[in-house]
């Protein structure tokens, strides 16, 4: 079987999809992985191909709000998958879910697959002004590709929930699976140190909690002057991002 994963950050095909990609090939599937900008990662990009995966490029920016580039993005989404004729699509984050699972549907893909990692930007925070208009778009697109999708995994019961009670999914298309999971065999423990120590590691996001975070290490710091906080993300153009 040809099996296609769609992910909206090449990084996250080895750091997060990695095990399952390689699930997949041990089962005798032939892999093909697609993201923005993929090809141009090139140490993601030759890692999967060093592993036997196709490597594939798709037209989206994972925080754009361009409905013509978005357009543009899903039409080659369409015209990838009617070139590989795969199998089975899997789809994960906001953008390749719902393009990808539409262009699926469209280009006559029988498995249809989508992987919810979390709401984002469309369901948190007061829901006015722009993040409204976006929650609005965002659940009518939601609600036509998950309704063409075979199955829908979600990394938290709260979330599938949500996207029941909202009317994006029906309830017996859902599965909750226990998050992205963490190879405690490459990631070792270390001896704690004398003075403690904290690490936040997310995207500079508000709704990640980086805010809380801070005002915590504050309230901590008081009382503890030893105690050492870090915080190891990357900023985003995230409407919601904290700058530099």
Do not use: C
């Not at 994972?62 to 899997?90: E, H, Q």
Request: aromatic share 8%.
């Amino acid at each position: 079987m040809r099996v296609l994963v769609l992910a909206g950050h090449p990084g996250s095909l080895l750091n997060f999809r990695g095990p399952l990609l390689q699930a997949l090939q041990d089962a005798g599937h032939e892999v093909h992985a697609g993201a923005p900008h993929l090809t141009g990662t090139a140490a993601v990009a030759a890692a999967l191909r060093a592993r036997g995966i196709g490597v594939h490029d798709i037209a989206f920016e994972r925080t754009g709000m361009n409905p013509l580039a978005d357009l543009a993005g899903a039409l080659g989404l369409w015209r990838l998958m009617r070139r590989l004729r795969p199998d089975a699509v899997l789809s994960y984050t906001i953008k390749p879910v719902i393009y990808g699972t539409l262009a699926a549907w469209l280009a006559g893909v029988g498995r249809r697959y989508a992987l919810v990692t979390g709401l984002g930007y469309a369901f948190t925070g007061a829901a006015r002004g722009r993040r409204r208009l976006v929650q609005r778009l965002a659940r009518g697109l939601y609600r036509a590709a998950l309704g063409r999708a075979g199955v829908v995994f979600f990394q938290n019961p709260d979330d599938a929930a949500l996207f029941v009670d909202l009317g994006l999914v029906a309830a017996g298309k859902t599965r909750v699976v226990d998050g992205s999971g963490v190879d405690l065999g490459h990631y070792g423990r270390k001896a704690v140190p004398q003075a403690p120590s904290f690490l936040m590691v997310a995207r500079l996001l508000g709704d990640k909690g980086v805010r809380e975070y801070a005002a915590a290490a504050r309230m901590v710091r008081r009382r503890y002057p030893a105690a050492v906080f870090h915080l190891v993300g990357g900023l985003d153009s995230n409407p919601d991002a904290i700058p530099r």
